[in-house]
Structures are given as C-alpha cells and as structure tokens.
C-alpha cells in the first residue's frame, strides 16, 4: 500500500473541507452557539448556515465555522458528557491582536507572543469555554530566533512551562462560566 493513499488530498476535495477537519464539543454557559460567536469575533470566522442542525433536547448537534480555508465543527455537548477541551491550532498574522480579540471576551492567556522555532511567534490562549488555542504568527521582527539542544540540561523554557501548567490545571467550565 502506498503511504496516504487512503488520505483525500485537498485537489481531491471540492467540498470545501481539508483532508482533517477538528470537532469542539463545548460545554459551559451559551454553549456552542457563543463559541460560534467567539469564534466569529476572534478569528473572522464564518458560519455555514446550512449546516446547523439542532438535535431533538434544543441542543446543536452540528454546526460548522469556517476559519481562514479550515473547518471546525461544532456540537453542544450533552450534559452526561464527558469534558472534552479541543486542542486548535490556527496560523494568523497578528497573535497580539488575537489574543487581544480573545481576551476582551473572556480568555485567558497561557503564553503570551513569543519568537518560536522555524522563524516563526507563537502564543497560546483558553476560551471561556476551556479550549486550547496555539497561534503561529510571522516571526517578531529583531527577535533572536530560540535554539533546541536536545542533549543539554537546562532549565524549562517559557514556551514549554505555559502549556505545561495549562493542561495540568485545565478543568470544565463551571455553570454559569463562559
């Protein structure tokens, strides 16, 4: 078999979704119709309207955004499930100005805009609903670029603590939150 054959690649789709597409199961206060909102607010996303479907409880059982040339789709999840965060990544070309659109509706930020590796930034942040969002950026103009070495002992880096504290204390939302 040859390596991918069984993945469709984007020539191959005219759907207009990616040969991945991520699920965010949000749980907490306005439930996924806020995070849609968010999501619009934060990240210029566009909801398929044709695509909202609302299950037989009220609940949304399948929504999809648009971000940039992606798909996310989003479902309310039920109140006997588990907590499920979505780890998102999402390329942008302005992590200050994400975090800051973030921020103003309630997230938290984990790292703030930092050069990263490949000649690149990155920041982190939660939603209210206790996502996790990495954002890739262009590198930041005069910034060294930071080094890996593998094999030597060193403290923990910044980039790796934030992320590091953040999953360890991620937790549900609470009634009432987000």
Request: net charge negative; charged share 20%.
């Amino acid at each position: 078999m040859t390596t991918g054959a069984l993945i469709r690649s984007d020539s191959d789709l005219s759907n207009g979704y990616g040969s991945l597409n991520a699920f965010a199961a949000v749980k907490g206060r306005g439930g996924a119709r806020a995070f849609i909102r968010f999501l619009t607010e934060v990240l210029d996303g566009r909801e398929t309207e044709e695509a909202h479907t609302v299950d037989t409880d009220g609940l949304l059982i399948h929504a999809e955004v648009r971000v940039g040339d992606s798909c996310l789709m989003v479902v309310d999840s039920k109140p006997d499930w588990a907590f499920t965060p979505a780890l998102l990544q999402v390329n942008v070309t302005d992590c200050d100005e994400v975090l800051r659109r973030a921020g103003d509706r309630g997230s938290r930020v984990i790292t703030s805009t930092t050069p990263f590796y490949g000649g690149s930034s990155l920041a982190r942040f939660a939603d209210p609903w206790h996502n996790v969002w990495w954002l890739f950026g262009p590198a930041i103009e005069g910034a060294p670029e930071p080094t890996w070495d593998p094999d030597a002992v060193a403290e923990e880096s910044t980039i790796h603590a934030t992320i590091c504290e953040a999953m360890r204390t991620l937790s549900p939302p609470t009634p009432g939150e987000a």
